[in-house]
């Protein structure tokens, strides 16, 4: 996973490099799996030390976590647990969700408890599909990607007569 780290106001720390990618790369991974520009910002001002993290998971969840104190390593440490709670708390909302039902029920073999009625004569519904209907297809998708639509008028290119 790639970080990105900013620093304003305050040198560049490789220790807080590193334990900030210890800390976030383990626990983001366990509870989001792949994560979208994940980037971290350290500064300080007149002696209040402020992270801010934002992210963006792989399901478009966006996560925006700040802190600030005395103390970079103590803020790193919230900041982390702050993004935890959030993951968590969405993945939650994501497992309470009620995404299971109507087609994607049904395509996962699930009781029909769970289905949506409207869509189970959809479902149910016979599919014939003639081959002469298959070759009629085949033929216009071939025609179109040559550029030979006989259906289409078109008109031959106008002369003009200067005179």
């Known amino acids: 996973m790639f970080f990105q780290f900013t620093f304003k106001k305050m040198d560049p720390s490789d220790s807080l490099v590193r334990m900030a990618i210890d800390k976030l790369e383990s626990r983001i991974q366990a509870l989001s799996g792949h994560c979208i520009n994940p980037h971290l910002t350290f500064s300080s001002y007149r002696g ?15 996560i925006e976590v700040s802190h600030s104190g005395p103390d970079m390593y103590a803020e790193l440490d919230e900041v982390v647990d702050r993004i935890e709670s959030q993951l968590r708390k969405h993945k939650e909302r994501l497992r309470e969700h009620k995404g299971q039902t109507g087609i994607r029920a049904a395509a996962m073999g699930m009781p029909s408890i769970y289905r949506d009625p409207l869509w189970d004569d959809v479902l149910n519904e016979p599919k014939d599909i003639d081959a002469g209907d298959i070759m009629k297809f085949e033929a216009a998708r071939q025609m179109l990607i040559r550029g030979q639509d006989k259906t289409a008028k078109t008109t031959p290119p106008r002369e003009e007569v200067l005179n």
């Open 48 to 62: 209040i030390q402020k992270i801010h993290f934002s992210m963006l998971t792989q399901d478009g969840f966006r």
